[in-house]
């Protein structure tokens, strides 16, 4: 349909431009010796150059499937599905890590918790790049209705080769809480976050960790971190192995809540990241 309307408008304006030189032609017949340089250029819409910094060229991602599940004097399940997916582009790069826990405990709900973020990184190639972030979570563990966290930040890359990666970043944001029992509650927060990856054996064995540690400004006894330490044994190109260990802490919950919670999880990874 673009490529319909501009060729319209570009007969309409070549009909209109050979409609006024012949005007002009019969009104000043005596200046036929003006040089046809002044001609109008035209260019189609279609023909314009789209910029780098809104190009998205590359695109990788692993999904996750991690879990536990013992029976006998104490029955326990929990599944842990994650996914980890990255565009990126000469300027701009995108990310999303979204998460979801189910958990049992002798029959009775212990976790069902969901957990989407986004991440957008502005000349993330570079050593030094800002970034913006958005999540959203629930938890029955932790007994929170809703969670929203907004803000903006910076990133500094540590290290960057094929066997060791380093990021450290670090945001404002604000975060909304809403509790089941508690009242919501609205603060700021310091987000200071490192993550790295790192390759062993000549890849034979990978070591992923993320940790974040969050204080409010306002009020550093209200604390929050998390942290998750993965070790991968590849299999082939797409798929790996994997053990996981995560443990999480929040200063301020309900009263029948614990404050720190802490996991380990077997499972397998499949993806092109």
């Known amino acids: ?16 431009f050979l409609l006024f030189n012949n005007c002009s032609f019969a ?24 910029p780098d910094y809104l190009k998205l060229d590359t695109l990788t991602y692993r999904f996750i499937g991690d879990g536990n599940f013992t029976r006998g004097n104490v029955n326990r399940t929990l ?9 990126t582009g000469p300027v701009i790069s995108i990310a999303s890590n979204p998460r979801f826990t189910y958990g049992k405990q002798n029959g009775i ?8 973020d986004l991440f957008v990184d502005v000349f993330k190639k570079r050593k030094t790049y800002v970034f913006a972030l958005g999540n959203m979570e629930t938890s029955n563990l932790r007994g929170i209705t809703l969670r929203v966290l907004a803000g903006a930040g910076i990133g500094y890359r540590v290290l ?40 062993f054996a000549k890849d034979r064995f990978r070591i992923n960790h993320i940790t974040f540690i969050q204080p409010a400004i306002t009020d550093f006894s209200n604390l929050r971190w998390n942290t998750v330490i993965s070790l991968e044994f590849p ?15 929040e200063s301020v919950v309900e009263a029948t809540r614990k ?9 397998i990874s499949i993806g092109n990241k």
């Open 79 to 87: 599944m842990v599905l994650r996914a980890e997916i990255v565009a």
């Open 235 to 249: 299999v082939n190109k797409w798929v790996a192995l994997r053990t996981s260990f995560e443990n999480s802490y």
């Open 160 to 199: 960057n080769s094929s066997k060791n990666r380093l990021v450290l970043t670090n945001a404002i944001v604000h975060e909304s809480t809403n509790f089941r029992e508690l009242p919501t509650i609205g603060i700021q927060r310091n987000s200071f976050r490192m993550k790295g990856k790192h390759s």
């Open 109 to 116: 709900l212990a976790e069902r918790d969901s957990y989407v």
């Open 27 to 50: 009104q000043q017949a005596a200046r036929d010796s003006v040089s046809t340089s002044d001609s109008v250029k035209i260019t189609l819409p279609d023909s314009l150059k789209k």
């Open 1 to 16: 349909m673009k490529k319909i309307i501009s060729s319209l408008f570009f007969g309409l304006v070549l009909c209109f």
């Open 259 to 267: 404050r720190n919670d802490s996991r380990i999880t077997f499972g």
